[in-house]
């Protein structure tokens, strides 16, 4: 899901397997709605086989005969090409994808528009779209497939304005679990190293800790782990206090 209504635009989409993969992808971002401008291709049982849990995005998919219906119901509409012309084409004047995502911070809704698979937009699908998109790749061979191109248009979207993403579910420690692990590492270090230098090592350790930015489990493994070894450096000194004593006896 996203805090915008992003909307994806297919153009003339040649092939189910695309098709498929796009919806798809339209489900891995939490889009519900797709829109084929006049597909070639059809929701056949391949589109629905690739589409695997985004075969409701397919079904539900609404079919139209032009742009005009989607640019009167966006704020923004961006065309996408793999084409940087070597002439001064000024409908071709590309905006990077990451530029892109950082442009439409203030636009409410957005659609994105690709191509076909053989020919990509033509120049009047071109002139009707607000931005030039084009996703950065090797100068020679920057042409990826359709749903490539969804792909990773889609993931840098999804990374500045996804909602409820996958990625939060791994737990992050808060202040409090660093204080506890704070404590701990002062401990261990005081019991490893001479008095003089326990400040300089203890400063160095919680930096690199605080650096790598650890998940809870990952701070909390490291709490433990530290804390068993001071108890067991607590216990064997105890033990060798008691049997200094003894010997003294
Ligand atoms: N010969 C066509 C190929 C189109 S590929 C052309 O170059 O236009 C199908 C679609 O994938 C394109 O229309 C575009 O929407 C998208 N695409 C492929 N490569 C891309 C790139 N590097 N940057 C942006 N979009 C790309």
Request: charge should be neutral; include cysteine; proline fraction near 3%.
């Amino acid at each position: 899901m996203f805090s915008k209504d992003i909307r994806v635009v297919l153009v003339g989409v040649e092939g189910s397997i695309n098709l498929g993969f796009v919806a798809r992808l339209c489900k891995n971002f939490g889009i519900n709605r797709l829109y084929l401008v006049n597909p070639s291709a059809s929701i056949n049982e391949e589109a629905l086989r690739f589409a695997v849990k985004g075969s409701d995005v397919l079904q539900n998919a609404v079919i139209i005969d032009s742009l005009d219906k989607i640019i009167s119901d966006v704020d923004v509409m961006a065309c996408t090409s793999s084409v940087i012309p070597l002439d001064k084409d000024p409908i071709r004047q590309a905006l990077e994808l990451k530029e892109f995502v950082e442009k439409i911070e203030n636009y409410k809704s957005v659609a994105i528009v690709f191509g076909r698979e053989s020919t990509g937009l033509t120049r009047e699908e071109l002139e009707k779209c607000h931005m030039y998109v084009h996703i950065n790749a090797f100068k020679e061979y920057p042409v990826l497939n359709l749903s490539h191109a969804v792909a990773i248009v889609l993931y840098e979207l999804f990374n500045k304005y996804g909602v409820e993403r996958s990625i939060d579910l791994v737990e992050k420690p808060d202040k409090k679990d660093f204080e506890v692990m704070e404590r701990i590492l002062l401990k261990a270090v005081s019991k490893t190293f001479p008095r003089e230098r326990v400040n300089e090592v203890y400063t160095s350790l919680r930096r690199i800790i605080y650096k790598s930015q650890p998940t809870l489990t990952e701070l909390r493994l490291l709490t433990r782990t530290l804390s068993k070894l001071v108890n067991r450096l607590e216990t064997l000194s105890k033990k060798c206090e008691e049997r200094s004593g003894e010997a003294l006896d």
